[in-house]
C-alpha cells in the first residue's frame, strides 16, 4: 500500500522543473568559490539567456495567456537568441492580470505552496502563486554574499507586514534558509506586535538587523523614546534594511544618526520578489542578475532605452515555476548604468526615481517625490513626517516642526524659502503639529 509522504519531502527533495539545469550552474559557481555578483559579464549574461529560454519554453507549455501573446507577436517557438532580443517578447501590464488569480498559472493549482497578493491600493490586488520549490530552492540558489553580509551570528528584526504581501515571509525564508540568522517576527504593530513590545524584543534579543520601511523605522525610533529605549545604546542595530516605501538620502541619513548604523534600501515587489539591492557603497542598486533581468522602456511606447536613459523599470523573473513574471511592467521609474563600483560587484547598477503615478509635475516638468522630500529635509528643524500636495498644478508642502523652539510662521518661511533657492519652485507651507502616523505603507504625496 502507498503510504503519503510529508508533501514537504514530495515537493523539494524529489522536484524537478524546467529550473533544474541552473541547479548545475549554481553549484559550478559554488565550487569555483565565485558569487554570481561577481562573474565577468559574458558569463552572467549568458546564464541569464539560458533562464530566459528556459521560462520561455515553460510558460510556452503551461500557460494560454502567454502562448497567445507570444504567437501574436510573431513567435513560432519560444526562444530569443540574445538578450537585446528580449526586446521583441511583449510587456506584461498590470491590469492584465490584476484580480485574475489563474492567468499567469503555470502549474496545477495543487502544486501551489504560498499565494501573496499585492496591497491593492489601486483596486483589484494582483495574486502572486509560488509552489514550495519556488521558495525554498530556486529563490535561494543565487548567493549575493557581498550585498548581504549576514550571518547565523545574526538577529534579524523584520517589521515587515506578514499578511498577504511577500515582504515579511520573504525577508523571513532569506534570512533563516540563506544565512542561518534568527528571526523575530515583528511585523508592523498588529494585534500581537504593539510598537512598545516589538521594542523590547528587539532590546532582549540584542537585535542586530531591521528590515522595515523608512516610515516604520522613523516610527520606532521616535516610539522608543517615549518607553526608554535608546536607538543605539539599548538596540545596537549593525544594519537597517528599509524596502516597501523608498526614501531620499537625507531621510537616510537621518535614520543613520538617529539609530547609530548603516541603513541600506532594498528595492522589490511581490510579484517579482528581490530586484535590486544597495551595496555598501550606497550609489545605486545592484540589479540581482541571478534572479531577474531588468530592463528599461520608454513609458509611452515600450521601446527599449539603453544604459543612462530613464523610463519604466522592466523586470523578468528567471527562477520562478509558479508564476513567472515575463516583461513586467513594474511602475517604477529609473534608469541602469553598467557597474564601475567599487564593492566590485559587476551586476547593473539601478537609479531609482520612484512610483510613476507620483510623480509631482510641476510647470510641466516631473519632480520625484524623493527628490523633493531630499531638499526638504536638509532643513534640521523639519521632521520625518510631512505631505506633499499638488491641486491644480500648484504645491503645498505639509511639514512637522522638529526639536525646534522656531515659530511655526518662521519655519514655514524657510521651507519655503529652501525650497526655492534648492529646486526653484514655488510652493505654499503649512506647518502641523502631530501629522498622523501610520502601521501600513506612508502616504505621502496627494495629487488631487
Ligand atoms: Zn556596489
Redesign the pocket.
Known sequence: MKTQSHKMTVSIDEHTSHLEQLKSFFHQLDEEGITIEKLPRERREQYQLEAINLTLQHVWDHNEFYRSALEQAGFTQPKIDSLEQLSTVPLLKKDVIRGDKMKLLCVEPKEIGQVHLTSGTSGKPIYTSYTLADQYVYDLLPKYL?LFPESDSDIAAIALPYEFALPGLGFQRLFQFAFGTAILSLGKGGYMAPVDKSLELMKEYQATVLVTTPSYAALLAEESEKYGIRPGVDIRLRRIVLTGEGCSYTFRERLEKWWGCEVSFFYGSTECGVVAV????H??Y?IVEGHVKAEIVDPATGAPLGYGKTGEIVVTTLLREGMPMVRYRSGDIGYLQK?K?????TMD?LHLRGRMETMLNLDGTDYPPFMLENFLLEIPEVGMWYHFILEQGRLTIEAEPFRTEMSDEGLASKVRAHMLERVGIECSVEIKHGLPRTFGKATRVYIK
Open positions: 557581498e544597495e551595496c555598501k557603497e550609489k545605486g545592484h557597474s563600483c567599487a564593492c566590485g560587484i547598477v
